[in-house]
């Protein structure tokens, strides 16, 4: 029997908005219970500024989630506990590995609820964390956009969750056009098919332009010292002062150590979506597509696939993981593509128009990290081995510093990881043209240009060196860099 189409409604997924919620996230959670979460909030950014967080925090009683009612109510309190927790873990000397039973108690069972990791996550960040700040005005509008919550209270971290809401509030509207697609390649229908794919490759084109609106106000050393720092998980952050991981004490005096990766924009459901619906496989990092027979790839593109695109489905709310696994069930739009080769070319040239919009993306996408890790990565460490700082830092090397500079843990390598997402992307092209052109080999090798500096201004290193992203820990290999090599 062919799997049913999923209703968008079942998953808790807006037609307008996607995976934002349909209902705008509170502002404030309305049972006066709760007031002292919300003053903790008002006052977040002076309380890390402080350093005062974790002793609110110790002194907070416990609260029930009894007076939570509505899923609003819900994901605000998911969103509240989850930056409490990493303003108490991240925000004093030295990093906290108890969480105490004022956060894990009530934070553990909204989890529950929500069918969310103890962590934050891309939803507690981005999706329940936005406002429009004009109500007649539409949220897929980034400069209708504000946060709720920030560690910092710069206009540098809103920037950065809010790029990523518009994206969401503009590329909702994707998900249902796509699922019209699919019904339309059940009944035949070429012209419809054709129809949905030419919406939805300009719509990718919207999506590249917000992204590319990061650089405006989002500044890459305050990025990569301020913010990520609040972000980070709990997993493989030995270096950074959580050997073990996190303890979420439920008072019980059982709870035991578990370590989760922090948000990233990885736990997007919606660009997972767009790689499921048009047939794209991501392999596990490094493995090479082989030149199988369509029917083995047929079987293959269903299998589960042990990768960190994958794994990041853990981190998204439960309803929004099943509509992906769902959707991978439904997916036909390749298939039916690939049926009509060489006889229908509107169809092929719109399918590998949405191909090339996703890959020009991720383009971006890498452009992006290099400038926001890869570089401010580069220049930490260049002046950390300057002979005066070093001097400095053997007596004052904070814990920042400390885990930046960590080598020989591990990690897949990032770039090369990012670049296999972008190359996995143009490989189901149809047309000779665009296969040819998707396909091509980008250079990979190169120091010296114009972004990067040249050699002697930065010293390379030929061990590859460990860095936190912002789920994953990831290689950082001198050879490769620089956004000109993109
Ligand atoms: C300053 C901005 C950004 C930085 C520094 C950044 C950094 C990263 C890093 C380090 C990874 C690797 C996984 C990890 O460790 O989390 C990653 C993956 C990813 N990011 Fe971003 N990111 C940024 C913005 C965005 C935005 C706005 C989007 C789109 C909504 C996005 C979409 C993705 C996706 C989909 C992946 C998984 C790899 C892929 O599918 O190509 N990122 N990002």
Redesign the pocket.
Known sequence: MIPPIPVLSDYGISPAHGFLPDVLPLTRLPDPYYNKWEAISANLQNLILSKRLQGVVDRLPVLSTIGLEHDAEWRRAYMLLTFFAHGYIWGGDTPRERVPPSISVPLLEICRHLEVPPVSTYAASVLWNFKPLFIDEDIDDLDNLATLVTFTGSLDESW?YL??VA??ARGGPIIPLMLTAVAAARAGDAATVTRCLRTFAERLDD?GAL?HR?HES?D?GF?YKRI?TFLAGSKNMADAGLPRGVIWDDGTGKSDYVQY??P???Q?S???FF?LILGIE?RPTGEKADASSESEREGRARAPKNN??RE?RRYMPGPHARFLEDVASVANIREFVESYSGADRDLGIAYDACLSMLRA??DI?IA??TR??ILPSRETRARSRSPANTRQNLATASKNEQHKKVKGTGGTA?IP??KQ??DE?GEPAVEAWAKRFMTRQSRSTGQGDFFAGKPEQVEVVKEPVVE???????TIDDDVGGICNY
């Open positions: 950065f790029v990523s994206i969401e999506l992204l990061m989002c890459p990025f990520r990766s922090g990233s924009n990885a997007s919606l660009i997972q790689d991501h960190f695109i990041m993306f991720r996408h992006i990290v926001y890790i990032l990881f990012l997402a972008r992307t936190h992203g912002l789920a994953g820990i990831w």
